[in-house]
């Protein structure tokens, strides 16, 4: 698995469209009503890697894996969600099983699709998901700094350290700034503000190359502090009906497009949550996996199991240039551009691994 990302956004502004798109299916259902999602629906897409096909081509491998992102469509919030209004609490919930928000903003007109405000202001529907998530992060961060008083009562370091991150938390939630932009510790209490966020400015086909006044207004506002990605739900639905790569090209060529909304969604969410990709290659399979930026080699190991981690010796690390060049690991071996690395060796994006360890 990749990473996985929440769908958000009031009522009837394209979240189950864009969904269905992305994920290439009719999982959720996009009819012009609010709350059509009444369970959240998940889908999972795979994230394009040219790398992978040239290794599993080099290696004549019998299956390829790539990494996947998972797409959590979760139903319209409204005004007064942290208190049960609509669909309430439950669907606030599933946002905190995510990695990042995916906050899907109307930036489009149409009179036969219905504003649940009853008017295109993409700021104010911002500011109105923005203060429930906010609430709801209020309400339980009241319960943890409870529960962190009592301990640093008790002269607990620990709680002493995070009871003053979680007031300075609370304290910027009530001033309206997300958890996000107030503590690097906010992470350690399980906040829906915590998340990285992706605006996406959902517009019509004819603004999907250079947005229009709508998306203007939230790149101005949001674009310095956060990702804001233009994307036409519409398009998306076409563009995942084209199977062929090279007529999808054309498509987003005649369009004005340099990539796909869910090329967009990948890349600035690996960006955002400082991911990469390392390998296992081999006759059997070619293997992609996802990790954090930063990750040493033992760390990246347990990625594929406990025990690669906990037994760690070394690892060999081939750069993905050097074996589709040499053309593979025996040659790499033999140019002797194949590295041996221990614990302490910071894993690079693109690694070709073969890890080492103690049963």
Aim: hydrophobic residues 40%; glycine residues 8%.
């Amino acid at each position: 698995m990749g990473f996985n990302c929440g769908i958000v956004g009031l009522p009837n502004v394209g979240k189950s469209t864009l969904f269905n798109a992305l994920t290439q299916s009719a999982a959720a259902d996009a009819q012009n009503y609010p709350f059509c999602t009444i369970e959240p629906n998940t889908g999972r897409v795979v994230v394009p890697d040219e790398t992978l096909l040239k290794l599993a081509a080099c290696c004549n491998s019998a299956k390829i894996i790539p990494t996947q992102l998972e797409i959590v469509d979760i139903a319209g919030l409204v005004k007064g969600a942290s208190q049960g209004e609509g669909l309430g609490n439950k669907f606030l919930g599933n946002i905190l099983s995510t990695d990042a928000i995916i906050h899907v903003v109307r930036c489009f007109e149409n009179d036969d699709i219905v504003h649940v405000n009853g008017k295109i202001d993409p700021l104010s529907d911002i500011d109105t998901i923005e203060t429930e998530l906010m609430l709801a992060d209020i309400e339980s961060l009241d319960k943890q700094i409870k529960n962190l008083e009592k301990k640093a009562h008790g002269l607990d370091k620990v709680a002493i350290k995070l009871l003053e991150a979680a007031n300075k938390i609370r304290a910027g939630l009530s001033s309206g700034i997300p958890a996000r932009n107030t503590s690097p510790d906010a992470c350690a209490f399980n906040l829906l503000t915590a998340k990285p966020v992706i605006y996406v400015c959902n517009v019509e086909e004819a603004s999907a190359a250079n947005g229009n006044k709508f998306s203007d207004m939230v790149v101005e506002k949001f674009g310095k502090i956060a990702p804001v990605l233009i994307i036409s739900s519409k398009i998306e639905m076409e563009i995942s009906q084209i199977v062929d790569p090279e007529e999808r090209k054309m498509f987003l060529d005649e369009l004005g497009l340099q990539e796909s909304g869910l090329d967009k969604i990948i890349r600035t969410g690996y960006e955002t949550l400082g991911l990469q990709t390392f390998y296992t290659v081999g006759p059997k399979e070619a293997h992609a996996w996802t990790i954090t930026r930063g990750m040493t080699a033992p760390q990246a190991a347990g990625k594929i199991h406990t025990d690669f981690e906990r037994g760690f010796i070394r690892a060999e690390i081939i750069s993905p240039q050097d074996f589709l060049e040499l053309g593979g690991e025996v040659a790499v071996k033999e140019a002797g551009k194949m590295r041996l690395v221990g614990k302490d060796y910071v894993m690079q994006n693109g690694d070709i691994c073969h890890f080492l360890f103690n049963n």
